[in-house]
């Protein structure tokens, strides 16, 4: 008698280890698909990162999430469970021009990933295939499929079904303009502001009446302690964000003339001067306007879109974004094995936390 036909599973290659980008493979993966991720750093987690040295860490992008949407409340549940994400209660306020305090409106849970804020995105991680440094830097499709140009290693040989770029949309857009003009156009209609971050260490802890603060008045944004988030040790940090049109107005500055802009701002507010600190500039740090649609899929060459730049510019956007794209290609294109609900969750295997 004559075996069932059992097609191989089909292979996507996910472009960008970000939180869309992990939601999205993760999610494919469940549905029998094959999948492989790649992304341009040494670490997973794009922007929900934390940078440490020695006895020292800070959070400098991502700073808090929320979670609004029923499947991202219970995914974040799951995070809990598997101790990498933890709700954080901090000292907040609303610091205005005057300098007055108030406290921010409504209710509103606030988590980080735990120990880090990257920790969610290792935790997604940890069952994929995952290619680090490799930048991808040219798309290329053929007859059997998509194959990737990169960076470090020239043309991969390997040929994918499918494409899906989870990251910022100038970003994917250099990618995209040989292929798809839809998707192109999408991507260079997406206006991403940038993000100057100062992380500032001290011997002792600073005696501020707060943890966390909404600046938005000069040039700060935000400013947070970071070892009031769970699971922080060692050393006293705070991260300063700079507001986005100061940003964008400073983005040539050198780094020390930025820190020493923020850190004047930070005195201000009662901050003293720190023992040490470092900078980044986030280039692509939030979108300007979110867009109607959650992803982007072009089924004819099988090439996506996802991130938080297409859903509101938030760690629960481009996890939703991601998910949300995964079940739309396992709709689309069934793989050879049985599809389950994923709106109802992926379960992960219970595996170490990577910090
Ligand atoms: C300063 C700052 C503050 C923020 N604060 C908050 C907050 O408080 N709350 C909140 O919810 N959100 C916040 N965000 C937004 C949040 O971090 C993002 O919405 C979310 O992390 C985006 O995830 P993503 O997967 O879409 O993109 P990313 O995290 O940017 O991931 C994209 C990945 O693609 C990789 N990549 C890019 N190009 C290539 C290439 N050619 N080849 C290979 N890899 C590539 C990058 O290395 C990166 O890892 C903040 C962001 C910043 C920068």
Same mark, same amino acid.
């Given at each position: 008698?004559?075996?069932?036909?059992?097609?191989?599973?089909?292979?996507?290659?996910?472009?960008?280890?970000?939180?869309?980008?992990?939601?999205?493979?993760?999610?494919?993966?469940?549905? @029998?698909?094959?999948?492989?991720?790649? $992304?341009?750093?040494?670490?997973?987690?794009?922007?929900?990162?934390?940078?440490?040295?020695?006895?020292?860490?800070?959070?400098?992008?991502?700073?808090?999430?929320?979670?609004?949407?029923?499947? *991202?409340?219970?995914?974040?549940?799951?995070?809990?469970?598997? @101790?990498?994400?933890?709700?954080?209660?901090?000292?907040?306020?609303?610091?205005?021009? $005057? #300098?007055?305090?108030?406290?921010?409106?409504?209710?509103?849970?606030? *988590?980080?990933?735990?120990?880090?804020?990257?920790?969610?995105?290792?935790?997604?991680?940890? @069952?994929?295939?995952?290619?680090?440094?490799?930048?991808?830097?040219?798309?290329?499709?053929?007859?059997?499929?998509?194959?990737?140009?990169?960076?470090?290693? #020239?043309?991969?040989?390997?040929?994918?079904?499918?494409?899906?770029?989870?990251?910022?949309?100038?970003?994917?857009?250099?990618?995209?303009?040989?292929?798809?003009?839809?998707?192109?156009?999408?991507?260079?209609?997406?206006?991403?502001?940038?993000?100057?971050?100062?992380?500032?260490?001290?011997?002792?802890?600073?005696?501020?009446?707060?943890?966390?603060?909404?600046?938005?008045?000069?040039?700060?944004?935000?400013?947070?302690?970071?070892?009031?988030?769970?699971?922080?040790?060692?050393?006293?940090?705070?991260?300063?964000?700079?507001?986005?049109?100061?940003?964008?107005?400073?983005?040539?500055?050198?780094?020390?003339?930025?820190?020493?802009?923020?850190?004047?701002? *930070?005195?201000?507010?009662?901050?003293?001067?720190?023992?040490?600190?470092?900078?980044?500039?986030?280039?692509?740090?939030?979108?300007?306007? #979110?867009?109607?649609?959650? *992803?982007?899929?072009?089924?004819?060459?099988?090439?996506?879109?996802?991130? $938080?730049?297409?859903?509101?510019?938030?760690?629960?956007?481009?996890?939703?974004?991601?998910?949300?794209?995964?079940?739309?290609?396992?709709?689309?294109?069934?793989?050879?094995?049985?599809?389950?609900?994923?709106?109802?969750?992926?379960?992960?295997?219970?595996?170490?936390?990577?910090?």
């Amino acid at each position: 008698m004559d075996k069932p036909h059992m097609a191989a599973p089909r292979h996507i290659a996910v472009v960008g280890a970000g939180i869309a980008g992990l939601s999205c493979a993760s999610a494919l993966q469940h549905a @029998g698909w094959q999948v492989s991720v790649f $992304d341009a750093a040494g670490t997973v987690a794009g922007r929900m990162a934390t940078r440490r040295a020695g006895d020292w860490q800070c959070d400098h992008g991502a700073q808090y999430f929320t979670a609004r949407s029923a499947a *991202f409340r219970a995914e974040v549940a799951r995070w809990q469970l598997a @101790g990498v994400a933890a709700l954080w209660t901090p000292r907040l306020c609303l610091l205005a021009a $005057d #300098g007055s305090a108030h406290a921010p409106a409504g209710p509103v849970e606030r *988590f980080v990933g735990m120990p880090r804020m990257n920790a969610p995105a290792r935790w997604l991680a940890s @069952g994929l295939p995952l290619h680090l440094q490799t930048t991808i830097t040219a798309l290329q499709r053929g007859v059997a499929g998509w194959q990737l140009q990169t960076r470090q290693l #020239g043309l991969l040989e390997a040929v994918y079904d499918g494409v899906v770029l989870a990251m910022p949309a100038p970003q994917a857009l250099p990618l995209l303009q040989a292929h798809s003009r839809r998707l192109a156009s999408l991507a260079a209609a997406s206006v991403m502001h940038p993000c100057w971050a100062v992380m500032a260490r001290y011997a002792q802890p600073l005696a501020l009446p707060f943890e966390a603060a909404f600046v938005n008045h000069g040039p700060l944004r935000w400013v947070a302690r970071n070892n009031s988030k769970p699971g922080r040790h060692g050393q006293e940090s705070w991260l300063l964000h700079a507001q986005s049109d100061w940003s964008e107005a400073h983005l040539d500055w050198p780094a020390d003339q930025v820190a020493k802009a923020l850190l004047h701002a *930070f005195a201000q507010l009662g901050g003293a001067a720190p023992l040490a600190w470092s900078t980044q500039c986030w280039q692509h740090a939030a979108p300007a306007a #979110g867009h109607d649609e959650l *992803f982007a899929w072009h089924e004819r060459s099988r090439l996506g879109l996802c991130g $938080d730049w297409l859903q509101a510019g938030t760690v629960e956007g481009a996890w939703l974004s991601g998910r949300a794209l995964a079940a739309h290609i396992a709709a689309a294109s069934p793989s050879s094995m049985p599809k389950p609900d994923l709106a109802h969750g992926v379960p992960h295997p219970v595996l170490p936390v990577l910090v």
